[in-house]
């Protein structure tokens, strides 16, 4: 069964990923490197079951026309987000293993400016990085702290869910594009009518939902959201850039008003222990900065954050320089120039 061999790799091992193709061996995804189980080949009638097991009637056919399909599954105690796909004529799985424990910021090691995250009433923070750094782990401790302290209403918009939030000393709202709403934008437009407080994002894809998260922000809601970007100055002009020519100057103005923070951050390999840590850079929206993103000098933004050490501001190459200092990753994996 493909499933009991799936909850055996989840509880022996430390994967992250479990990469499924049709005539092909088992490979998962432990502390970044990627392992072969060459006695376990997949049968592609056997993933065609295992779809047929997890997935409803309407999804499944839905899945065969685009061939693409995300979803999550939760059972025996374990939770998984899946991408089912096409591939060579037959269906393939990627499945990323979720968390059930939300993690501390202390558990994650996470810079001392994050934990005061949580005592922001309004604006807009970014958690950027690539696939698979960490993005959705760092906003639930953010989350859960501000659950367990505050009385008020936090909204999550994600796909799928990742981490699940019990209502606490707030009331959360957790909402999965695709089963409980159709697209994030549609989502955000609607949460503005569930007397918000906290709306998480869980990614600002297209010009729509970030529009109507900078205006969220604007109005006096706290918004969290996330970008696949590499720093906090290619995070702004991200933005910028969906906006046609006409509007930037515009937005440029509401994201030097609402953005409060953003947070770049990468895994790397440790090499003093098994495992993985992160490098951060942070970026915090003080006067000079807002400044700067008002005037189109986004370029002079790393050089403003050099100089802001002591407020928390941190760049990624000095991050990654400080865990080679520690001997905690090599310096062949930090890429500095």
């Known amino acids: ?38 006695d376990h080949v997949t049968k592609a009638k056997t993933i065609d079951s295992f779809l047929e097991e997890f997935l409803e009637k309407d999804d499944l056919e839905a899945f065969k026309k685009t061939k693409d399909h995300d979803f999550a599954i939760e059972s025996d105690g374990l939770r998984f987000r ?7 004529n037959a269906h393939a799985l990627i499945l990323r293993i979720i968390s059930t424990e939300i993690p501390t910021f202390e558990d994650l090691d996470l810079p001392a400016y994050i934990s005061t995250i949580p ?16 993005k959705s782990t760092t906003l639930a401790s953010v989350v859960d702290v ?73 109005t006096g809601h706290l918004v969290f959201g996330t970008l696949h970007t590499n720093s906090a100055p290619s995070t702004i002009n991200r933005i910028i850039d969906v906006f046609p020519p006409e509007q930037q100057e515009q937005v440029r103005s509401q994201i030097a008003s609402t953005l409060r923070c953003v947070i ?65 990753i090599s310096p062949a994996d930090a890429e500095i120039d």
């Open 119 to 134: 005592t922001l009433e309004t604006g807009l923070v970014l958690v950027t990085g690539p696939t698979g750094s960490g």
């Open 146 to 218: 501000i659950n367990k302290t505050q009385k008020g209403h936090i909204i999550t918009i994600e796909d799928p869910v990742e981490f699940k939030h019990e209502t606490q000393s707030s009331v959360v709202t957790q909402r999965e594009v695709g089963r409980d709403t159709e697209t994030f934008a549609s989502a955000l437009r609607a949460s503005l009518r569930e007397d918000p407080d906290v709306i998480l994002v869980g990614e600002l894809r297209d010009l729509e939902t970030i529009q109507l998260a900078l205006t969220a922000a604007e």
């Open 264 to 328: 770049t951050q990468k895994l790397l390999k440790r090499i003093d222990k098994a495992g993985r840590v992160a490098a951060f850079e942070i970026m915090i929206c003080n006067t000079a900065i807002r400044n700067l993103i008002r005037e189109n000098k986004v370029f002079q933004i790393a050089n403003s954050m050099q100089m802001g050490k002591a407020e928390g501001q941190m760049l990624m190459e000095n991050s990654l320089k400080e865990l080679i200092a520690q001997k905690a």
């Open 1 to 38: 069964m493909l499933w009991a061999l799936i909850k055996e790799l989840a509880k022996k091992t430390q994967l992250s990923d479990i990469h499924i193709h049709a005539d092909r061996p088992i490979a998962y995804r432990e502390h970044g490197e990627m392992k072969q189980l060459p």
């Open 82 to 88: 899946v991408n089912a796909f096409q591939e060579n």
